[in-house]
């Protein structure tokens, strides 16, 4: 089952440089669009693909210069006795270091024997593929890898456009399934409907294994096709060739006419059973034409959840399904980094935020907040900045991260995880604890950002301690519309040990001739900050206390407040690619 040990594409559309050592499973690339993911895919199809020619513009050259030639080299491992062969490949095979992620000229002890196999497309367009070693180069000697073995080692491409693979076409995912060779000489010579009909009874005989692996992987994946699967003549087909056999269903039916999402599917299922003739596979999009609950069943066919993979994957995504699903060490974030691409592993250590804030991998900035009511404060700011004509943060790209609450350290340690993997990240955290020193001046030398209130100040403290007293009225009239008037009352009693009373507060905030004190303030943050039935620390409540309490009245509320949430709102509304 040959593997990609090495990845090097040069000069290829946006990808100046990249060199990168992918696993032997799955490997999903992500990022923000036009990152480059599709196009690592489309340089290993082209340059392992079973082809003899491509189609390449000067627009696939890096800034469109044709002067610098477009190069792709595949380090080959794992390799078959065939392709082990000296006298075929001898002055071609080299050794590789996985622990150094090295690869020497020659095969040597404790070194993997390898193939590298390089395309190259200068300006003239015209492409030439050639196995790269240096005491060859020497020699003065120059070859390809056999047709047979090209063909063996082409990978399957799960696109937009995949169902040529349910036909009997050369290099479709059927043709690999096993030995068998359709003949449909006898049955084409009869009528259209009879030759279909002919050809029927004779594919149960020629195609008997492939189609029983057809029929077993379709019922795995959940895909109807009945009873089993039939190989009948394609009535659309002209020309009289393998391409002429394709698979039907029980009454006959193409099953290139099934949806997107049932074709990727049982392709996937294919695919896995020819694994070991040809073990690699493309998927472009996984998420692309298939429901939550069949993502997750693509992904268990591609072996996700398997210990030892069963074929290597490349594969892209932007669905946060397919990043819940997958473990920290299957996915890449693809990254421009000084000139070069980088695709960077996702460390352990950000497995927790994978299940919680998946969506936050597919942002390029990320905004670490404390908890549910930080993230509803920016969200309700946000929404009224966006009805009143400013930038969206989510338009920018900025994604919120709910921190669980605790220690304040947490939060630096998931923004780190962040920044990185390359992402622009910032903390959004209450005052009342102080982080270790050392954890945040280090975010901060990564040119992370926190932002915060006043030292001590609780969000909740912060909304209460600055907002003028009409604003707050408005606030006590919400919780209370929110929570009945006992309870409000209960936890103001409580509150202040019996000293207070909501109605009394009310009639404060009423009255032109009274001011709210700093003691009565406090009264009121104790009171709405109860472990039990917090007022609003929930998203959907600060979201409100943001959008429809503050924001209207963001001129009753102090100078330092109104700073503060500036300067988060002007973070998060730079765009950042």
Not at 137 to 143: C, I, T, Y
Request: glycine share 8%.
């Amino acid at each position: 089952m040959a593997v990609i040990r090495k990845v090097d594409i040069s000069h290829f559309r946006s990808i100046k440089s990249l060199e990168w050592y992918p696993t032997p499973g799955i490997n999903c690339l992500i990022g923000s669009g036009d990152s480059g993911k599709s196009t690592v895919l489309d340089a290993i199809d082209l340059c392992l693909g079973a082809r003899r020619s491509v189609q390449i513009t000067d627009a696939d050259f890096h800034e469109i210069d044709v002067e610098i030639p477009i190069s792709v080299t595949l380090t080959l491992g794992d390799l078959s006795d065939n392709l082990k062969n000296y006298e075929a490949y001898g002055d071609y095979l080299r050794g590789y270091d996985d622990l150094l992620g090295t690869i020497e000229d020659e095969p040597g002890h404790g070194l993997e024997t390898v193939l590298s196999l390089n395309l190259e497309i200068a300006g003239d367009l015209e492409p030439r593929w050639r196995l790269k070693s240096d005491r060859a180069d020497e020699k003065g000697s120059e070859r390809n890898l056999n047709w047979k073995d090209r063909l063996n080692l082409a990978p399957t491409r799960l696109g937009a456009t995949s169902d040529h693979n349910l036909a009997w076409r050369r290099g479709s995912v059927l043709g690999r399934l096993s030995e068998e060779k359709p003949d449909a000489s006898l049955a084409l010579s009869q009528a259209a409907r009879e030759a279909r009909k002919a050809f029927g009874n004779d594919a149960d005989e020629q195609l008997g294994d492939a189609l029983a692996s057809v029929k077993k992987a379709a019922d795995e994946l959940g895909i109807p096709i009945g009873a089993k699967a039939q190989a009948l003549l394609d009535t659309h087909s002209v020309s009289v060739t393998g391409g002429s056999i394709a698979l039907h269903d029980e009454n006959g039916v193409p099953l290139r006419g099934l949806g997107l999402g049932s074709t990727r599917l049982l392709i996937a299922g294919l695919q896995r059973e020819v694994a070991g003739v040809s073990s690699i596979l493309l998927v472009d999009e996984v998420e692309n034409g298939l429901e939550p609950h069949r993502i997750i069943r693509l992904l268990g066919s591609l072996g996700a959840k398997e210990e030892v993979p069963p074929q290597q994957v490349f594969a892209t995504t932007h669905s946060p399904i397919v990043l819940r699903e997958l473990t920290a060490k299957q996915l890449r974030v693809l990254r421009q980094s000084e000139g070069k691409h980088v695709a960077r592993l996702v460390s352990d250590t950000a497995q927790g935020t994978l299940r919680s804030a998946p969506e936050a991998f597919l942002a390029p900035s990320v905004l670490v907040c404390e908890g549910a009511s930080e993230v509803g404060f920016v969200r309700g700011f946000e929404q009224h900045c966006t009805a009143h004509g400013r930038p969206s943060i989510f338009a920018c790209g900025v994604a919120l991260v709910d921190g669980g609450g605790g220690h304040p350290d947490r939060l630096y340690e998931k923004a780190t995880e962040f920044v990185k993997l390359g992402y622009r990240a910032a903390v959004f955290r209450d005052a009342d604890l102080i982080p270790d020193t050392q954890i945040e001046a280090a975010f901060h030398q990564t040119a992370g950002a926190t932002f915060t209130w006043h030292a001590g100040q609780s969000l909740e403290a912060a909304i209460v301690g600055n907002t003028g007293d009409a604003t707050l009225l408005i606030l006590l009239d919400y919780a209370i519309a929110e929570h009945g008037q006992d309870m409000i009352a209960a936890h103001v009693q409580s509150a202040s040990a019996n000293q207070e009373t909501i109605d009394n507060l009310r009639a404060i905030l009423h009255s032109p001739q009274h001011v709210i004190s700093p003691a009565q303030r406090d009264v009121i943050v104790t009171a709405c900050t109860t472990k039990k039935n917090p007022w609003f620390k929930t998203v959907g409540r600060m979201e409100h206390v943001a959008r429809n309490v503050l924001a209207p009245n963001f001129g009753n509320v102090s100078e330092d407040f109104q700073n503060r949430v500036n300067a988060l709102l002007a973070w998060a509304q730079t765009p950042h690619g």
